[in-house]
C-alpha cells in the first residue's frame, strides 16, 4: 500500500447552485484532502477556517453514534456529491472535484466522524441539502 494516498481533494468555489442561503463574498474557496500517514491512519484536512469551530460544537463521535453509522452515511453522501460534482451545468461548480471515498477500507471512526461532519456543515454552512432525511 502507498505511504500516502489522496482520496479527497476538494476545491469548492464561491457560488453554488440550489442554496437557500446567499454565499458571502468572504467565504474562501474550500479544499479537502484526506492523506494516508502510515497503512492504517487516514486524515482529512479541511481548508475551511469554519469548518474547524463547527466541528468543535459537534458530539464527540464515541459518544453518539457507532462507526457503521458514519461509514454509512458517507458513502451515501460521497455517492450524491459525485453524481452533482459529475453534472456542473445542472448542480453548479460547487462541487468541482470528486470525492473517492471507498466504503471497503476502514478508515477509522475519527476519520469517518470528521467527514461525516463535514457534509453537516456543507448542508448548515451554505444551505445545501444533500440527501433528504426523514424528521429534518
Not at 453554488?16 to 497503512?39: M, R
Amino acid at each position: 500500500m502507498k505511504t500516502l494516498i489522496y482520496i479527497l481533494f476538494i476545491s469548492v468555489a464561491f457560488f453554488a447552485c440550489n442554496t437557500s442561503k446567499p454565499i458571502s463574498d468572504k467565504l474562501a474557496p474550500q479544499e479537502v484532502s484526506v492523506e494516508n500517514t502510515d497503512s492504517t491512519e487516514y486524515e482529512l484536512i479541511v481548508f475551511d477556517p469554519k469548518f474547524e469551530t463547527f466541528l468543535l460544537t459537534q458530539p464527540y463521535p464515541k459518544n453518539y453514534y457507532s462507526d457503521q453509522y458514519y461509514k454509512s452515511w458517507n458513502t451515501r453522501y460521497c455517492i450524491e456529491w459525485n453524481i452533482r460534482h459529475a453534472n456542473p451545468l445542472r448542480y453548479g461548480d460547487f462541487y468541482e472535484t470528486p470525492i473517492n471515498y471507498e466504503p471497503q477500507i476502514d478508515y477509522g471512526i475519527d476519520f469517518n466522524y470528521k467527514l461525516y461532519q463535514y457534509f453537516q456543515f456543507i448542508e448548515k454552512e451554505y444551505g445545501i441539502t444533500l440527501i433528504r432525511r426523514r424528521g429534518r
